[in-house]
């Protein structure tokens, strides 16, 4: 069964610094990987994802990730936090088969950010 | 194009009672997702229905139940509700193609409705 690690559960950084977020997934076939952010009262928005090819992949918002198969990584970074990027987020992976596209969510890093 | 849609927003319901949750999937998908994020948490997968059917099923006991309309919208239903099923509730759409497993459509969640049971 496949299952992700975030290993921080908070992260405060100022913003105009760099941000990177940690993911660690178990998974035994090829991995699709995403990154979600959930900001209070709302919804998961997608930021980017991962299926194949080129293991740095640029989002929104100006996030990327890189996949590091060797590691079992698939870490967020973004160069200049703003304000606005205080929020939760979430590293997910996804399973494509007969139970059904799911994602098994790591249990988030919130990040906040000081002026 | 319209978004995922869910209602009510929040409910508050009493230990034992039954709650339904609705969801309207974006214009164009055919699938719907359940996830359960309990506070602090990631959210968990409960299941996926696909073409009225379900199409994969998480952890949950039988008492969570649901169902899949013509127009893919989707309904959850919690029977004999415990406290511990105190929760926001994500519906997630996709258009699920059987493409040989090649990818992982994206899913796209809706804002949640927010149970507290007492």
């Known amino acids: 069964a496949q299952s992700v690690t975030q290993p921080d559960i908070h992260i405060t950084v100022s913003e105009g610094a760099s941000l990177e977020l940690r993911c660690n997934y178990s998974?035994?076939?090829?991995?699709?990987l995403f990154w979600y952010v959930q900001s209070p009262g709302q919804g998961l928005q997608l930021l980017l994802k991962?299926?194949?090819?080129?293991?740095l992949v640029q989002g929104i918002k100006g996030f990327e990730a890189e996949f590091k198969r060797s590691q079992s990584s698939f870490n967020l970074r973004k160069p200049s936090v703003h304000w606005s990027d205080a929020a939760e987020y979430f590293c997910?992976?996804?399973?494509?088969?007969?139970?059904?596209?799911?994602?098994?969510f790591g249990g988030g890093t919130r990040v906040l950010v000081k002026p | 194009e319209t978004g995922v849609t869910q209602s009510p927003t929040h409910l508050i319901k009493t230990r034992g009672q039954q709650v339904t949750l609705r969801c309207s999937s974006q214009?164009?998908?055919?699938?719907v997702s359940w996830y359960q994020q309990a506070l602090g948490q990631g959210p968990q997968f409960i299941f996926q229905?696909?073409?009225?059917?379900?199409?994969g099923r998480g952890n949950f006991p039988p008492r969570f139940s649901g169902l899949q309309f013509p127009n893919y919208s989707s309904e959850l239903n919690v029977n004999a509700l415990e406290l511990d099923d105190s929760a926001l509730y994500l519906c997630?759409?996709?258009?699920?193609?059987?493409?040989?497993?090649?990818?992982?459509?994206?899913?796209?969640f809706g804002p949640g409705t927010r149970l507290t049971v007492t």
């Open positions: 214009s164009g998908h055919n699938t």
């Open positions: 997910a992976v996804g399973a494509y088969g007969a139970a059904g596209n799911k994602l098994t």
């Open positions: 991962y299926f194949s090819g080129d293991t």
């Open positions: 229905y696909y073409r009225e059917e379900e199409n």
């Open positions: 998974y035994g076939a090829t991995p699709y």
């Open positions: 997630a759409s996709s258009s699920n193609r059987f493409t040989g497993g090649s990818a992982l459509d994206e899913q796209y």
